[in-house]
Nanobody
Framework: QVQLVESGGGLVQPGGSLRLSCAAS????????MAWYRQAPGKQRELVAG???????NYPDSVKGRFTISRDNAKNTVYLQMNNLEPEDTAVYYC???????????????WGQGTQVTVSS
């Protein structure tokens, strides 16, 4: 089995910063892409940032220059540094990882439970 556990969400004022972490654990053989998504009330889940196993990253224009995704492959952990936060960034943030389990040959998508980020004065 595989688990993704997020941490680091909370309440922050506009212009502030937060750092999210997501650790993958379990019977992991290999992890390809890791990513962060978010879902605000009444809206669809959207990609916030993605990073490949070799470190290539991608961001939507809405967060480019403010958010930075990174990963520690030795710890099976992905991070999201969020700076200059805006009220529009308020959402539940979800970790996603494409993982191959030990003893298998296919990769599958796994999700964390989500962590709330609220940007408000």
């Amino acid at each position: 089995q595989v688990q993704l556990v997020e941490s680091g969400g909370g309440l922050v004022q506009p212009g502030g910063s937060l750092r999210l972490s997501c650790a993958a654990s379990g019977s992991i053989f290999s992890i390809r892409t890791m990513a962060w998504y978010r879902q605000a009330p009444g809206k669809q889940r959207e990609l916030v940032a993605g990073i490949t196993a070799l470190g290539s990253t991608n961001y939507p224009d809405s967060v480019k220059g403010r958010f930075t995704i990174s990963r520690d492959n030795a710890k099976n952990t992905v991070y999201l540094q969020m700076n200059n936060l805006e009220p529009e960034d308020t959402a539940v943030y979800y970790c996603n990882a494409n993982i191959r389990q030990i003893g298998t040959f296919d990769f599958a998508n796994y999700w964390g439970q989500g962590t709330q980020v609220t940007v408000s004065s």
